[in-house]
């Protein structure tokens, strides 16, 4: 089977820092890594490899040092890997964000699967991967915690929606995108970042593309007026519940259930 | 373990009780029903005692005052932090007044032009890390329970995880505000680097596991606080070449904060425990080695000479741990395996033994030949980079006498063992109740009559926490 996954690089630090003057967020002195769920998605595709064959790549678009994440990728066990960059890209929504990997897929030859990592940890909005199917008109599930069964032409995969948590088998080729239960990742591998010192992470830009229309990518494709750029509110709510210990246990029990803990 | 001794201490009164409540208020006095089983034991002791009554405290002047009662009266007193000892060093095992001083919990301050922290006794070491690592500093020792109390690692001279490069909690202890068993009160040490005023009664203080005094304030010592850390986790095919790799590494002068080594079994009993997997269970052994510095580059550095040593001498793979989560998926499970042993079995003792570190390997191999020999299981873990080892004898489905039987040969082997390869009781746990027939026998009575005179002049009448260390 043929995998990509596709992979970004964030800032390393939990602790957005946002300007609040610009409204801009501080990457400055901030170091990068790879976004935390992609390594789920990288894990569930090495795993599938493990298990049936085939191949793994991954792609990424950023600017040239997002090749970091590639070489990363490379020590964990990926076989190829490609960089979308260009200064045109640069600026893009979510929109032309999609687009633009979606024109970078049709470059990777055959794929049968495509996985994401749920959403990044700097952007958050857990639209590229469905946006990026659309584009390629691929069918997808979001929200991926279980490979339940992996047949021939299609996957089973059991997905954690709102309030239900649904089983659905999907055909190839399709794009998942996956939470974090779906597999504890693999550690990258010294042995392998010494075998692997000479690989080429390939980089395509605009022209590489069958779609060249500027329009179509970085600021001029993005429709999206950003208003303001705040860190996410971190919840720190704190229930404190008085009782019996038969009542507590039932409450408890009730309230874990609630959410799908159990 | 069963407490023989004889209480020589007044039984306390209604009267005591009052006086108590009068000084702390009814709220802050436990008595009889009230007092909760915990109070009895610590996480492992092997032996348990109700106090008569416990008081808790939120000042020196309390605690001042309730040991100049309890002089006056010879009443026992013990002083209890968190109850995360494993040797039963809090254990009131002749009963009288436990001084809880959990309550005693603020951070007083941050000293940022002389590095320093200043806090009460009961501040937990979890709560320490986070505040300096806010301010940009560090506070290095790192015990793996981070719900103890600052007093309570002060008590016990705790060691912990990153004692390779940057010792133990002594080395980082400043001053301290103890209250004598006397009911005085006394600052030892300072705000200073250097000190060479006398007698250290502070370095005594430390480790002294509350049989001197108590200890109501510490100033700790800080250190700027490291830009990046990288783990690396490396598995062997077993045991034995992972830890012969050890002294190679110290040799090699790369210097990590850690060097621990664990089996799979652990491993197994950690991913069942906290119902999450670790990132690799292939491997029969590992080694997890800790570097930190200012910057990624400098540490990729550091670890590579080392990455280098381990695969020539037969490492499976060195993985990287560098990242947040990836720390998280790893230290978690080191963190839980006193723990996760703990689910699996019924009952478990433990030797906290410390060896020169080139002879950790021979311990550890030692240990696996009395599991086959006695047919009990025995898991351990530990520092091997620092030579204190953790290994645990678990009773299983033993009956009680056979239990008791059998773990008393293998601590006699082990201990023997441990004095003829130059090691020392106890690496980090202390002697408390459970381990002085072991710290007897290798002292001596010259340095057990030493340390006996030292408890003598601290505490005339012999009541603060009596019947543990050197009595």
């Known amino acids: 089977m043929d995998i990509l996954v596709c992979i970004k690089q964030v800032p390393e630090t939990s602790k957005v820092e946002v300007d609040p003057v610009t409204g801009v967020l501080k990457r400055d002195g901030v170091d990068s890594k790879m976004n935390p769920y992609d390594?789920?998605?990288?894990?569930?595709?090495?795993r599938i490899r493990e298990e049936v064959g085939g191949t793994v790549k991954v792609i990424s678009m950023g600017p040239p040092q997002a090749a970091e994440v590639i070489r990363e990728a490379y020590m964990m066990g990926a076989d190829e890997g490609v960089l979308l960059s260009d200064r045109k890209f640069a600026g893009a929504d979510v929109l032309a964000t999609s687009y633009t990997i979606s024109q970078g897929v049709r470059q990777?030859?055959?794929?049968?699967?495509?996985?994401?990592?749920k959403q990044t940890t700097d952007g958050d909005t857990a639209q590229v991967g469905p946006e990026m199917a659309e584009y390629l008109a691929i069918p997808h599930i979001a929200n991926a915690i279980k490979i339940e069964e992996?047949?021939?032409?299609?996957?089973?995969?059991?997905?954690?929606?709102?309030?239900?948590?649904?089983?659905?088998?999907i055909q190839f080729p399709c794009l998942l995108t996956v939470e974090k239960e779906i597999y504890q990742p693999r550690l990258p591998s010294y042995k392998k970042k010494l075998e692997i010192k000479d690989r080429e992470v390939k980089m395509l830009?605009?022209?590489?593309?069958?779609?060249?229309?500027?329009?179509?990518?970085g600021l001029n494709g993005s429709p999206t007026q950003v208003e303001r750029i705040f860190p996410p509110a971190v919840n720190t709510d704190k229930e404190i519940w008085n009782g019996s210990?038969?009542?507590?246990?039932?409450k408890l029990t009730a309230k874990l259930k609630k959410s799908k803990f159990i | 373990m069963d407490c023989n001794c004889t209480n020589e201490y007044?039984?306390?009164?209604?009267?005591?009780?009052?006086?108590?409540?009068?000084?702390?208020?009814?709220?802050?006095?436990?008595?009889?029903?009230?007092?909760?089983?915990?109070y009895s034991h610590d996480e492992l002791g092997g032996i348990s005692k109700m106090p008569e009554v416990v008081a808790q405290v939120l000042s020196t002047e309390e605690v001042a005052k309730i040991m100049t009662y309890a002089y006056e009266n010879t009443i026992a007193v013990v002083a209890r932090g968190s109850g995360t000892g494993l040797v039963g060093s809090s254990v009131p095992i002749f009963g009288g007044i436990m001084i809880d001083l959990t309550q005693m919990n603020n951070i007083l301050e941050i000293d940022e032009e002389n590095l320093t922290l200043t806090v009460e006794p009961g501040v937990l070491l979890m709560e320490i890390g986070k505040f300096v690592e806010d301010h940009d500093l560090f506070y290095p020792p790192d015990p793996g329970e981070k719900s103890a109390t600052i007093a309570g690692n002060i008590s016990t001279n705790a060691g912990g995880m990153r004692a390779v490069k940057y010792g133990v909690t002594r080395d980082y202890v400043r001053a301290l505000t103890v209250v004598l068993p006397t009911g005085k009160v006394i600052e030892v040490g300072g705000k200073v680097v250097k000190n060479s005023s006398g007698y250290s009664i502070k370095d005594l203080i430390c480790g002294s596991e509350g049989t001197l005094g108590i200890i109501t304030k510490a100033v700790l010592k800080l250190l700027p606080l490291p830009k990046k850390t990288i783990s690396l986790l490396i598995p062997f095919a077993n045991l034995e070449t992972a830890i012969t790799t050890v002294p190679k590494i110290i040799k090699s002068k790369a210097i990590p904060t850690a060097i621990e080594f664990m089996q799979r079994e652990c491993i197994l009993a950690a991913e069942e425990f906290l119902g999450?997997?670790?990132?690799?269970?292939?491997?029969?052994?590992?080694?997890?080695?800790?570097?930190?510095?200012?910057s990624k580059e400098d540490i990729e550095k550091d670890y590579d000479r080392v990455a280098k040593i381990c695969l020539d001498e037969g490492a499976i793979d060195v993985y990287i741990t560098d990242t947040d989560e990836r720390k998280e998926a790893v230290w978690s499970a080191r963190g839980a395996f006193l723990e996760a042993i703990k689910a699996t079995t019924t009952?478990?003792?433990?030797?906290?033994?410390?060896?020169?570190?080139?002879r950790v390997a021979e311990f550890v191999k030692y240990t696996d030949e009395l599991q086959e020999q006695f047919n009990i299981r025995i898991r351990s873990f530990g520092h091997a980079g620092d030579g204190n080892l953790h290994v645990y004898v678990l009773r299983d489905d033993l009956p009680k006498e056979q239990w008791q039987k059998k773990l008393h040969d293998v601590f006699e082997c082990m201990y023997k063992k441990s004095v003829e390869l130059e090691g020392l009781v106890s690496g980090e746990h202390g002697i408390g109740y459970a381990k002085r027939p072991y710290l007897f026998n290798q002292l001596g009575n010259d340095s057990i009559d030493l340390m006996k005179n030292i408890k003598l002049a601290f505490d005339p009448k012999n009541i603060l926490n009596p019947g543990k260390v050197c009595q």
């Open chain 2, 347 to 358: 009952e478990m003792d433990e030797c906290d033994v410390v060896v020169p570190r080139n």
């Open chain 1, 39 to 46: 390594l789920y998605a990288l894990e569930t595709a090495l």
């Open chain 1, 150 to 169: 992996l047949k021939d032409k299609s996957i089973v995969v059991k997905m954690d929606m709102p309030n239900t948590v649904e089983v659905a088998e």
């Open chain 1, 205 to 217: 830009s605009l022209k590489n593309f069958a779609d060249q229309d500027e329009k179509r990518y």
């Open chain 2, 276 to 294: 999450k997997k670790f990132p690799d269970n292939s491997a029969d052994a590992y080694l997890l080695l800790t570097f930190d510095g200012n």
């Open chain 1, 108 to 117: 990777m030859g055959h794929i049968d699967l495509i996985l994401c990592g």
């Open chain 2, 10 to 38: 007044k039984q306390l009164d209604q009267k005591d009780i009052d006086f108590l409540i009068n000084l702390l208020g009814a709220d802050r006095v436990l008595v009889g029903e009230n007092i909760n089983e915990d």
């Open chain 1, 245 to 250: 210990g038969a009542e507590l246990a039932d």
